[in-house]
């Protein structure tokens, strides 16, 4: 993979930064699960959006004016008996001309004695200010500095939480960002259809689960972006259900919450289908009414709008559904203003979506919802969730839970729904999963 896009976001950082201010930007450790076995490694975003390199422990420094050079890495040096267990490391010589940096030291000999000497130089510093770990590596050279220098000592005297300004950054996808994120939900729509097309009652959760994953695995995905949810009957009325362990019973819908992570980018997707492929009537009306909220959702996304504005959009329509079904009574307004629709809509309708699942940007700017800017990618998401014990509404409506989640790129004019590749209307899922020949494939 070619580093210019790596290199293009260093640079912008870079520009951000004061004359000799000094940027720390670490990358994850590993995790021990048990005596000498880890638990998958993930590369920490932030890092890997400013590098896209794949070891773990290293530290990304950036200085604003250094004259021998802006952009240094640490990274674990080369030592050919762990390399046979663990696998090739890229070293020091290699990393300058592969990772597009300006010099690469040693993680374990030189990483103390070069921050010494960039601190004692370092205008301010910018580091992700909730990683404790980094901070008190920090405090230790500014220790040292003082032990070297003494009285001649001048230490910088202003922190800058650089996870805020990269937030930032992410919040706005470059044109490589955005090709990356519609493989990555076209990867895991097609993982959604390949479970839609297997489905079958008396199958397990889990098996579902199964389909999806060996479809992100089979194309070349690393792993889910989270764990995946597969929540038949009223186990889809619980929110983030993971375990996945029930059997499906034919008349019962099932609900997939599960997305690829594909080069670092998440895919969010949900649908809800039926397990014996045909809806219910009850089903149906409950289903048509969370697929109006979420296609309205998403004729209102594009720039200028707001998520608070979707929400809203999103909360009108549900309400006013719930009282044409006589689910609820009342004043439409009183009824909103009530939040009576909380007890079946119980989370937001949007999250921003990039490296990270719920991804990194500030939400509102100056106490206001922030206006939808072109490069965002953001998840549009309704749902309704009647859990069984819901005594207040009719029989018919419990043990429902219908959530329809799309990833969507604000573009100049409007909107591009990246998870478009996985169907949705009640006709197009009773066809896909009646399929004979689709579910033999
Ligand atoms: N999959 C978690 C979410 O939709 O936010
Ligand atoms: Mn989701
Ligand atoms: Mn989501």
């Given at each position: 993979?070619?580093?210019?896009?790596?290199?293009?976001?260093?640079?912008?950082?870079?520009?951000?930064?004061?004359?000799?201010?000094l940027?720390?930007?670490?990358?994850?450790?590993?995790?021990?699960?048990s005596?000498?076995?880890?638990?998958?490694?993930?590369?920490?975003?932030?890092?890997?959006?400013?590098?896209?390199?794949?070891?773990?422990?290293?530290?990304?420094?950036?200085?604003k004016?250094?004259?021998e050079?802006?952009s240094?890495?640490?990274?674990?040096?080369?030592?050919?008996?762990?390399?046979?267990?663990?696998?090739?490391?890229l070293?020091?010589e290699?990393?300058v001309?592969?990772?597009?940096?300006?010099?690469?030291?040693?993680?374990?000999?030189?990483?103390?004695?070069?921050?010494?000497e960039?601190?004692?130089?370092?205008?301010?510093?910018?580091?992700?200010?909730?990683?404790?770990k980094?901070?008190?590596r920090?405090?230790?050279?500014?220790?040292?500095?003082?032990?070297?220098?003494?009285?001649?000592?001048?230490?910088?005297?202003?922190?800058?939480?650089?996870?805020?300004?990269?937030?930032?950054?992410?919040?706005?996808?470059?044109?490589?960002?955005?090709?990356?994120?519609?493989?990555?939900?076209?990867?895991?729509?097609?993982?959604?259809?390949?479970?839609?097309?297997?489905?079958?009652?008396?199958?397990?959760?889990?098996?579902?689960?199964?389909?999806?994953?060996?479809?992100?695995?089979?194309?070349?995905?690393?792993?889910?972006?989270?764990?995946?949810?597969?929540?038949?009957?009223?186990?889809?009325?619980?929110?983030?259900?993971?375990?996945?362990?029930?059997?499906?019973?034919?008349?019962?819908?099932?609900?997939?919450?599960?997305?690829?992570?594909?080069?670092?980018?998440?895919?969010?997707?949900?649908?809800?289908?039926?397990?014996?492929?045909?809806?219910?009537?009850?089903?149906?009306?409950?289903?048509?009414?969370?697929?109006?909220?979420?296609?309205?959702?998403?004729?209102l996304?594009?720039?200028?709008?707001?998520?608070?504005?979707?929400?809203?959009?999103?909360?009108?329509?549900?309400?006013?559904?719930?009282?044409?079904?006589?689910?609820l009574?009342?004043?439409?307004?009183?009824?909103?203003?009530?939040?009576?629709?909380?007890?079946?809509?119980?989370?937001?309708?949007?999250?921003?979506?990039?490296?990270?699942?719920?991804?990194?940007?500030?939400?509102?700017?100056?106490?206001?919802?922030?206006?939808?800017?072109?490069?965002?990618?953001?998840?549009?998401?309704?749902?309704?969730?009647f859990?069984?014990?819901?005594?207040?509404?009719?029989?018919?409506?419990?043990?429902?839970?219908?959530?329809?989640?799309?990833?969507?790129?604000?573009?100049?004019?409007?909107?591009?729904?990246?998870?478009?590749?996985?169907?949705?209307?009640?006709?197009?899922?009773?066809?896909?999963?009646?399929?004979?020949?689709?579910?033999?494939?």
């Open positions: 993979m070619s580093y210019q896009p790596f290199h293009q976001r260093r640079q912008e950082l870079l520009e951000q930064l004061p004359d000799k201010g940027a720390l930007i670490p990358a994850a450790a590993e995790v021990t699960r005596r000498d076995t880890e638990y998958p490694f993930r590369q920490a975003s932030d890092f890997w959006y400013l590098t896209g390199f794949t070891e773990p422990d290293g530290l990304l420094v950036l200085m004016g250094r004259s050079g802006e240094l890495i640490f990274t674990l040096p080369r030592d050919p008996a762990m390399e046979v267990w663990t696998g090739i490391r070293g020091q290699e990393a001309p592969r990772l597009g940096v300006d010099q690469a030291f040693s993680l374990t000999t030189e990483v103390d004695e070069q921050l010494i960039l601190i004692g130089e370092a205008s301010e510093v910018w580091l992700p200010l909730e990683d404790l980094l901070y008190q920090y405090l230790g050279w500014r220790q040292g500095v003082r032990s070297k220098r003494k009285r001649s000592a001048t230490l910088p005297d202003r922190l800058v939480d650089v996870a805020a300004q990269l937030a930032e950054m992410r919040l706005i996808k470059s044109t490589d960002e955005v090709d990356l994120m519609r493989q990555a939900a076209q990867i895991s729509a097609d993982a959604h259809c390949r479970a839609m097309k297997a489905c079958r009652p008396g199958m397990y959760e889990y098996q579902l689960q199964a389909e999806l994953e060996h479809e992100f695995a089979f194309q070349g995905a690393a792993a889910p972006a989270y764990a995946s949810i597969v929540g038949a009957g009223a186990n889809a009325c619980v929110l983030h259900y993971i375990a996945n362990q029930s059997q499906m019973q034919s008349g019962d819908l099932v609900l997939i919450d599960a997305g690829a992570e594909y080069q670092g980018y998440a895919g969010d997707i949900t649908r809800t289908f039926p397990v014996n492929g045909q809806f219910t009537p009850p089903q149906k009306q409950l289903y048509e009414l969370v697929l109006k909220a979420n296609q309205e959702a998403i004729k996304t594009r720039p200028g709008t707001t998520l608070e504005a979707i929400h809203h959009a999103v909360l009108r329509i549900l309400t006013q559904g719930l009282l044409d079904l006589g689910i009574s009342g004043d439409l307004e009183q009824l909103i203003e009530d939040g009576a629709f909380k007890p079946y809509f119980m989370h937001g309708t949007s999250h921003w979506l990039g490296l990270d699942v719920h991804d990194v940007g500030r939400y509102r700017l100056h106490g206001e919802a922030r206006p939808l800017k072109p490069g965002m990618v953001l998840t549009i998401e309704p749902g309704l969730y859990a069984p014990d819901r005594d207040e509404v009719d029989p018919c409506w419990r043990g429902i839970g219908i959530r329809i989640e799309d990833d969507v790129l604000v573009t100049l004019d409007g909107c591009e729904v990246l998870s478009r590749g996985v169907p949705k209307t009640v006709a197009e899922l009773e066809a896909l999963m009646g399929d004979e020949d689709a579910a033999n494939t």
